[in-house]
């Protein structure tokens, strides 16, 4: 059950009563409290030898004076610049200092929350309105794949346009005069009263502030939607309306709203400057539960609470003091922090991953509080089906073997990994196989897609349809090409399976290639720094398109990720077109470059269509669901990728903290921290 290199836990619970100097105490004094120190026993392998280590932690009693809450973080942010950095560590701080993370959102069970809006916009409500407007030669607009174009008629090739009322499916090119698009406007309306925590009220102004900053060439963030946005103004100080490009059809509209920037504070700069000012990047105001007071480089940020805090009547916050400590990653060490009480909370950053067992274990003593979560993250092996050398016009080096153009063989491998063994004993049962890139929870999942169970039999079965024969009978040794389309005869079903040298990535290798070799398939294993192996193309083997078997993880948000595998996002040699004949014909698909995202080279027409009608489309509009259920249903009898499971969020609390609540979709665990509590809180 367990690899060689991997620790072996034990622990051990020690009740000791302290012992009163009663001598030396005043009598009328009441004696002190039952002490609780906790022992964990660690068998380490150090030079060949089992090695007890035990760590004995005493808990710290709680502090006379304000109540404070300690955060243990694994990792510490590069920096507070809401623009300047993307690290869950920064998460964290945010939810403290600007609830929704920077933001005006929570995005909580596969849907979205208001934090200091009113509501959330809609079509059925009104606040949202397609609009039918008419344009012209000269106007900008987007096109049917939903980038910004001038319009010329004299454009070659035409510029495809979706005319108003219509889909993708119904785009046209553009002749020339006038032409009727739909374009979206959308109203918000903040909570009326919100101020920032120096007391400076915050207005709908400073959401346009934000939406110029993020703009700014030297912000470095992404333009998407600033792009494909035709106005953002504050109509009042409470209200913002944006209005997008004629045909831009977003599916997350209702978020267009920009998370306020405090101009009063941040306008002294220039967008390049608030890269490094400190106002910006150590000790931003925002308008959330607590204010920053200090940042102590490589040890903690102390935080107290805000008084100007718009939920403050409501008893919010719990803690006059919030500090978060910077601790590393030694789960060891941030497990006996917790136990002696130094630390109340441990996120997800520090590295707990590894000690599943020792936590549950913890758990039923009654010791400490993990939370698992199956999060948004999904684990994957994808099939290296179009590699770069196949491409036309752009040979590097020897073909390899056409081991994967035939969905049939992807499916006989995805029958042959024993998935579920992954879940039960790298996971200890806290996660699910998964059949697409959606977890079963999604509101938006196909629960009709086709599933494949660990069955070697039926695999092996398929394997011999297609031509991979077991010619010497041994299951052992590699099945060999007999007939095998685009392979040649004699060719060994021998694949390399690559990935990062992370432990729990050679912990599901292993795995892998032994259920692999049931079916006859030899999976031989590569392991690479995550800097090489995520490396941009040509260069890189993953997203360079040189890979066999190649597993890593996406994230899957509220949003479905169906763009992932859509024909144009496959990396490739820029400004060239790339050829594909994998759906019986050959086509064009005009690759823009290393940037695409479709690393196994997959090409489908069918659920390109599916899946361009569903991002073509809003929410509410049938087209829109159907398109999402329809591109899962492809995705799944196609299999361009073995999805394996659900990653998990880990995080532990002492056990009696209160209203700690992991969720699959939010950014953060923090992302209530107002209502953090701990002690007699459980009823509340």
């Known amino acids: 059950m367990f690899n060689s290199k991997k620790l072996v836990i034990a622990f051990g619970v020690l009740l000791v009563a302290s012992m009163v100097l009663a001598a030396c105490a005043p009598a009328a004094t009441a004696p002190p409290p039952e002490t609780i120190i906790e022992t964990v026993v660690v068998t380490e392998i150090v030079e060949g ?56 959102f929570d995005s909580n069970s596969f849907a979205y929350q208001p934090t200091i809006l009113e509501k959330i916009p809609s079509l059925a409500d009104g606040d949202a309105v397609l609009n039918t407007v008419t344009v012209t030669d000269g106007d900008t607009v987007v096109d049917m794949d939903q980038t910004p174009v ?264 995805v029958m042959c990994m024993d998935r579920q063994a992954l879940v039960d004993t790298i996971l200890f049962g806290q996660s699910i196989v998964i059949d697409t890139y959606l977890p079963p929870q999604h509101p938006l999942y196909n629960d009709s897609v086709t599933s494949y169970p660990f069955d070697p039999e039926a695999g092996s079965a398929m394997l011999e349809e297609i031509g991979w024969v077991d010619d010497d009978g041994d299951p052992v040794t590699p099945r060999v090409a007999s007939g095998v389309e685009g392979v040649a005869d004699g060719t060994l079903l021998q694949v390399a399976y690559e990935t990062t040298t992370a432990t729990l990535r050679q912990q599901v290798t292993a795995v892998i290639q032994q259920s692999l070799g049931q079916c006859g398939i030899q999976a031989d294993i590569q392991l690479y720094e995550a800097g090489e192996w995520f490396a941009d193309g040509p260069e890189g083997k993953l997203f360079g398109r040189r890979f066999d078997l190649g597993e890593f993880a996406w994230l899957t948000g509220v949003q479905p990720p169906c763009d992932l595998y859509l024909s144009t996002q496959t990396p490739g040699p820029p400004n060239e077109d790339w050829v594909s004949v994998m759906d019986g014909e050959t086509r064009n698909f005009g690759v823009s470059g290393w940037g695409g995202q479709n690393d196994p080279g997959f090409a489908d027409a069918a659920y390109d269509s599916a899946c361009n009608m569903a991002l073509g489309s809003l929410p509410g509009q049938p087209e829109y669901e159907q398109g999402h259920k329809d591109s899962q249903g492809i995705f799944a009898e196609q299999l361009p990728v073995a999805p394996l499971f659900l990653r998990l969020k880990l995080a532990a609390t002492r056990v009696d903290m209160c209203n700690f609540i992991m969720d699959p979709t939010a950014n953060s665990e923090f992302w209530n921290i107002e209502n953090f509590d701990y002690g007699d809180c459980a009823g509340e």
């Open 150 to 413: 001038t319009l010329d008629a004299a454009a070659d090739p035409p510029i495809m346009v979706v005319p108003a009322g219509g889909t993708a499916a119904d785009a046209v090119p553009y002749e020339g005069g006038d032409f009727e698009m739909d374009q979206l406007v959308v109203t918000f309306k903040l909570l009326p009263g919100l101020m920032w925590s120096d007391g400076t009220p915050l207005t709908a102004a400073d959401s346009v502030y934000a939406f110029n900053l993020i703009a700014d060439p030297d912000t470095p963030t992404t333009k998407y939607t600033n792009e494909r946005t035709f106005a953002y103004e504050a109509a009042d100080d409470v209200t913002a309306v944006w209005t997008g490009l004629p045909g831009f059809k977003d599916a997350t509209y209702y978020l267009n709203f920009f998370g306020p920037a405090p101009e009063h504070v941040w306008g002294q700069y220039t967008a390049a400057e608030l890269l490094e000012a400190e106002e910006s990047s150590r000790l931003p105001i925002g308008w959330g539960p607590y204010v920053i007071d200090e940042w102590v480089q490589g040890d903690n940020i102390t935080m107290s609470k805000n008084t100007n805090y718009f939920r403050a009547d409501e008893g919010l916050p719990k803690f006059e003091t919030v500090v978060y400590r910077f601790v590393g990653e030694n789960s060891n060490a941030n497990i006996a922090a917790v136990l002696s009480g130094e630390c109340d909370i441990v996120d997800q950053t520090s590295g707990l991953d590894d000690q599943s067992e020792l936590l549950l274990e913890l758990q039923s003593a009654g010791s400490i509080n993990p939370t698992f979560v199956t999060g948004t993250v999904w684990e994957h092996i994808d099939f290296g089906i179009q590699p770069i050398d196949y491409d036309d016009g752009y040979q590097q080096g020897v073909d390899r073997p056409d081991f994967f153009s035939d969905a049939r063989t992807r499916q006989a491998f």
């Open 49 to 104: 030898e089992p090695v007890e280590v035990v760590q004995v932690v005493t808990p710290t009693p709680e502090p006379e004076g304000p109540r404070t809450l300690v955060i243990c973080q694994g990792q510490e942010p590069e920096t507070l610049y809401v623009y300047g950095g993307s690290m869950l560590a920064a998460s964290h701080i945010y939810e403290a200092i600007s609830e929704g993370s920077w933001g005006a």
